[in-house]
């Protein structure tokens, strides 16, 4: 077949893919049991035995190659915009097929599953009281926890391990979850710090999921009491769970599953911040009576991370936040950055019954 008809041919197969997209969200159960649970763990496997043992990550390298190769193709091809603007456009919609179709087979049909609350068997709705007495539960356990590290109330805790220790460690809550959530089995691991952190803490993100290699990596810039929640949130995205906010979930659960006390305590201190920080958007209040009731250490930490991400505040990440929000809302999240408030909703209703 000629090139030009097989460029035109994979250009209209991108609107057919996207209007297949938007019909599947209506099939969750079909992408949960034939993708999420059936084609999806075994290739994400296969990527991660496969590039996971190398010590650097090759999803840099990757799209650093592909961001080389776009600028070549485009200063090579400039020209044929003005002298054939119409075989430009379909050269580029054909690359952009190409990567859409491999996105969403090797990882990406994620976004269409089932929700989290359904496949852990979980209410989703809640009240704000129930919210409120979650919250005071989780700072009393922050509190006791701060406490029987050995740290004075005002003291904040650095955790005492480098981060490859970390991510060592950060698999052992998933052995634990695995007993009571199957789906939540992790294994094998490939977890690494990026090469990119600078440029990825300028556009304001702790982490990416490299869904082409597999790997899963870390802004090693980011202060220790994140790093592990992180890390365990990037290994979320590995095992298919493509939505920020269940992958938060996820991260809550593994971190205080860590038979590691430190580990627990990012775990509880970063499940803490989100249900204070809901609390304030409903009643303030509240929320100022529930804040003084939390280690001034703990605060400490919170605060550390606020001006962590202040020092690099600029134009483009307000930009890079804005695709992204556009990237969710196109991938079934209809709340786009929003939708991180789902993590609240979790949970309230995990630990309702939870003992801690």
Same mark, same amino acid.
């Given at each position: ?31 949960? @049991? ?34 080389? +190769? ?35 087979? +090797?990882?990406?049909? @994620? ?65 634990? +979850? ?116 939390? @280690? ?61």
């Amino acid at each position: 077949m000629p090139k030009k008809r097989t460029r035109l041919i994979l250009a209209l197969l991108l609107p057919v893919q996207i209007l297949l997209l938007q019909l599947l969200k209506y099939f969750p159960d079909l992408v949960e @049991n034939y993708y999420s649970r059936g084609f999806y763990p075994f290739i994400s496997k296969i990527s991660r035995y496969l590039f996971g043992w190398i010590p650097f990550s090759l999803g840099d390298l990757f799209y650093l190659l592909i961001a080389i +190769l776009a600028i070549r193709w485009i200063i090579k091809n400039i020209r044929r915009l003005r002298i054939e603007p119409v075989r430009f456009m379909i050269d580029i919609a054909a690359t952009v097929s190409i990567v859409y179709f491999m996105f969403h087979i +090797l990882w990406g049909l @994620n976004y269409y599953r089932q929700p989290l609350h359904v496949t852990l068997d979980l209410d989703y709705d809640y009240t704000t009281e129930e919210l409120v007495e979650t919250t005071k539960r989780l700072i009393a356990k922050s509190n006791s926890m701060h406490r029987e590290l050995g740290y004075a109330d005002s003291v904040k805790i650095d955790l005492p391990y480098t981060q490859r220790e970390i991510f060592k460690k950060s698999t052992d809550g998933f052995v634990t +979850l695995a007993k009571q959530y199957p789906d939540l089995a992790y294994s094998p691991k490939s977890l690494k710090k990026s090469g990119w952190s600078l440029g990825l803490t300028y556009m304001g993100y702790s982490g990416y999921y490299n869904p082409f290699s597999g790997e899963a990596q870390v802004n090693n810039l980011i202060k220790t009491y994140k790093f592990p929640v992180v890390s365990c949130h990037e290994e979320a995205h590995q095992i298919g769970f493509a939505a920020e906010n269940e992958a938060n979930f996820i991260a809550t659960l593994a971190t205080i599953n860590n038979s590691d006390p430190y580990i627990q305590y990012s775990g509880y201190i970063f499940a803490l911040r989100y249900c204070v920080n809901e609390i304030a958007r409903r009643d303030k209040d509240t929320y100022d009576e529930l804040l003084v009731t939390i @280690n001034p250490g703990i605060l400490a930490s919170y605060k550390e991370m606020r001006d962590f991400w202040k020092q690099y505040k600029n134009p483009f990440e307000s930009i890079s936040k804005s695709f992204w929000d556009q990237f969710l809302k196109a991938n079934n999240q209809s709340k786009g950055i929003m939708s991180y408030s789902y993590m609240v909703a979790l949970v309230v209703n995990y630990f309702e019954d939870q003992p801690f």
